[in-house]
């Protein structure tokens, strides 16, 4: 359970705006450390045989300009891929999807550290209408890309592969579901959040990520 904690306190949360093609955006940001070379993070997020260890097995044209698919549904397209630095995407989910391009980005930027470790940070914007935000605020994509970036950090650092249904259904799993919904719930307040609609909405995360085993 430690090195599960250890994980999710790594990691520097903040909500925000942005915006994409579409229009403002609502954004959530994640920023941490791995103790890993940058390439070697760049090639975990580039490699597609990496990529599916710790995401998604992954198809598509991947290179600028090349549109990509994840088996869970996720598409879209490569904006800019600038290695080892500098990777964005057009991230859609959703049967509806593909009537409202441009309305999610997820950008991720890497950089050196001082010891050979890897800075890194990710911002996914998005316009999010109704009832996704009202319900879940930032913990909708939050939680999701903690569990990612768990993930990510596993395989860096020992080539664990995920199994994402197993690691939500197991008791340090679930805590740090709750755990990581209440810190996008933080950065929901820091950003000028009500706190009664913060609660409901951490709550919701937590249920919809993580509903009762009974």
């Known amino acids: 359970m430690k090195d599960v904690l250890d994980e999710l306190a790594a990691a520097r949360r903040a909500m925000g705006k942005g915006s994409v093609p579409a229009g403002d955006a609502y954004t959530i ?7 890993a070379q ?9 490699s597609p045989e990496r990529l599916q260890r710790w995401l998604k097995p992954v198809t598509g044209d991947l290179r600028l300009g090349g ?8 598409h879209g397209e490569i904006l800019r891929c600038e290695p080892p630095r500098l990777l964005k995407v057009s991230w859609l989910y959703g049967p509806d999807a593909d009537a409202w391009p441009g309305t999610s980005e997820v950008e991720v930027r890497l950089a ?14 998005a316009v ?4 996704l935000f009202p319900t879940y605020g930032p913990g909708a994509g939050g939680v999701g890309w903690d569990l990612a970036l768990l993930a990510l950090a596993r395989l860096l650092s020992d080539g664990e592969t995920a199994n994402h249904e197993g690691v939500q259904k197991s008791p340090e799993g ?11 719930g933080k950065a929901h307040l820091a950003a000028g959040g009500e706190p009664e609609h913060v609660a409901a909405a951490v709550e919701a995360t937590t249920k919809f ?4 085993p009974t």
């Open 128 to 131: 999010v209408g109704e009832p």
């Open 67 to 74: 549109k990509f698919e994840l088996d869970g549904g996720e």
């Open 209 to 212: 990520y993580a509903p009762d």
């Open 29 to 35: 940001e994640v920023r941490r450390r791995y103790v």
């Open 112 to 125: 050196p550290g001082p010891t050979g470790d890897t800075e890194f940070e990710l911002i996914h914007a």
């Open 174 to 184: 679930r805590e740090f579901i709750r755990r990581s919904a209440a810190a996008w």
């Open 38 to 46: 940058i390439d070697d993070v760049w090639d975990a997020l580039t």
